[in-house]
Every structure is written in C-alpha cells, then in structure tokens.
C-alpha cells in the first residue's frame, strides 16, 4: 500500500487544484512552530507543510507519495537518504495552458513559475542521474500508469 500525502499550504482551500489543506499564514507559521511537518518549504509566494505523520508510516514500512518540491529536495534527501525521487515534467506549451485554465495565477506569476520550472528540472537533471522523469504532458492514465512501475521497481 501506498500513503498519498495531503499537503498543507496557505492557498484557500477552495483554490482549484489539488486536495491539499489550505490554511492561513499565521495558522501555518504555528504549525510550524509546533513541528507539525516533517518538511516544509516556501515557493511560488507560499507556504507548504508534509506532516509529520509521515514519519510514522515510513518506520511502519509504508510507501509514502509526497508532492514535494525541487528546491527543497537537498533537504528531503538529507531526512530521508532512501528517497526515490520522481520528477514530473511537462512541455512548456502544455504547462503554460494547465495554468492559464487553472486561472489561480496572474499572466506575470505564470511566466514567473515556467521560468523556475524550466530552471529547476534542468539543474535536478543536470545534478543528479537517479532522478525518474514521468512525463506528464499526455493523459493522466499514462502517467499513472508509469509512476506505478517506478515504484514498484
């Protein structure tokens, strides 16, 4: 069996989007204190929080899927040496249309995150050779489909 993390973020929760757990800046920032996450980062104007729960299921010997973050990666591989690291990429063009449909981000914060997007997976790839790309540009069956045989490999 496979745990999927619900992310905490300081996005409304009624964002479009994943089903993740908005909460407020300060709601956030007390969690935190209170060591709530086993990781948390800040990126694209946010805050987000993977609970400590997590660290439970993992001594327990569960899989554990965590929507993370490429620029917090050194950190998770730091706690957790046995990551496996899957890296999602899609094309440009179709990213750029995701987000403008999503309609959550101004046309500059749009451009903003596909520039970091494109930063991003370039160095992860140029940095480090056991990192799995899923190519999620097609249907999401597909990609399912291919992060299930990553995982079971």
Do not use: K
């Not at 009624?14 to 969690?31: K, N, P, R, T, W």
């Not at 370039?122 to 540009?137: C, G, K, M, R, W």
């Amino acid at each position: 069996a496979c745990r999927i993390v619900r992310r905490v973020i300081t996005r409304s929760a009624e964002a479009v989007g994943e089903a993740a757990l908005g909460v407020s800046a300060q709601q956030f920032a007390d969690m935190e204190a209170q060591g709530a996450f086993a990781l948390s980062w800040y990126a694209n104007g946010l805050s987000y929080g993977i609970p400590r729960e997590i660290d439970d299921w993992l001594a327990a010997g569960e899989d554990v899927l965590v929507n993370g973050s490429r620029g917090h990666l050194q950190n998770t591989r730091l706690r957790y040496p046995d990551v496996l690291v899957l890296l999602l990429t899609v094309d440009q063009t179709e990213l750029r249309h995701r987000l403008l449909e999503r309609g959550r981000e101004s046309l500059i914060e749009i451009d903003q995150r596909l520039a970091r997007n494109a930063r991003f997976s370039e160095q992860l790839l140029a940095d480090d050779p056991t990192v799995h790309v899923l190519d999620n540009s097609g249907p999401l069956e597909q990609t399912v489909e291919r992060l299930l045989v990553c995982i079971d490999e």
